[in-house]
């Protein structure tokens, strides 16, 4: 990838991104968990534990080669993505709990993206060839959580601002993945068909599962609609940016992150298509309660 783009332009990305979601933050999201622990605490064992579980059966089902393997698991281990709560509030999610649940999983990332990352890394025996020092992801986790500490100070002194600026860094945050993204496929030209061919579909297959997943699980349990709602799209919509960032700069390797910019190509329309479907159920539902009373 470009020197320009990885250095500097990936920095200021996800620095823009975390600032959006800081813009979104208080204190009492973070309280907020004791008030709704079920489905805070079901969320996150699907996120942490289930989720990197299913990603593994399907890096070995598919036998991705090595590095791309590496590049799934680091998708999977990243929290939660902004957009998240945009789908959320589109499908009557509870909200609320999406920041929470994104608040709570970039803190707890600090832990598991390496853990996760460095076993699969050890797996895959690329230890020679890749690594995650633990210096490198103190760093990118202070780039993460200084801008959302900013954004959180900046809400808390101006409300107004805050709220005026929600929707300009959330259509700035899909426009900055999306140069990302096109980075990468354009550093990857020769390579990307075979990419596309090895990942794309895995990638399709994962997001899926993860929006299924975080909804289904959830519910099986009583947890309510729309908490699952929101839990589903929090599971499903992960950061991309954070994990092209760890791929490009931390493990110094453009080819483990064409997962996360494919995945964050296809999670978009699939996101959408999963919410519609969940409304419609919705609906169905609605209509045929007055006819069972």
Partial sequence: MDSALST????IALAIIMFGLG??????DFRRVGEHPKAVLVALGCQLVLLPLVCFGLVLLFDLPPLLGIGMMLLAASP?????????????GDVALNIS???????VAIATLPLITNLTIAWFDQSDSVSMP????????VLILVPVGVGMLVRSRSPQFAARMDRPVR????????LLIVGILLDQRDDVGGYLADVGLIAAVFCALSLMVGYVVPRSVGVADDQAVASSFEIGVHNGTLAIF???????????????????LLMFPLAAGWGM??????RLRSDAEPAVT
């Fill in 134 to 141: 633990l210096v490198e992801v103190v760093k990118v986790f």
């Fill in 277 to 282: 479907a969940i409304s419609r159920r919705r």
């Fill in 171 to 178: 259509i700035g945050s899909a426009v900055i993945l999306a």
């Fill in 8 to 11: 500097v332009g990936l920095p």
């Fill in 246 to 264: 760890v791929a490009v700069e931390v493990l110094g390797s453009t080819e483990i992150s064409v997962p996360a910019a494919v995945y964050s």
């Fill in 23 to 28: 813009l979104d933050l208080t204190v009492r």
């Fill in 80 to 92: 939660g993505g902004t957009t998240a709560n945009l789908f959320s509030h589109l499908f009557r």
């Fill in 101 to 107: 649940l994104t608040a709570i999983n970039s803190v």
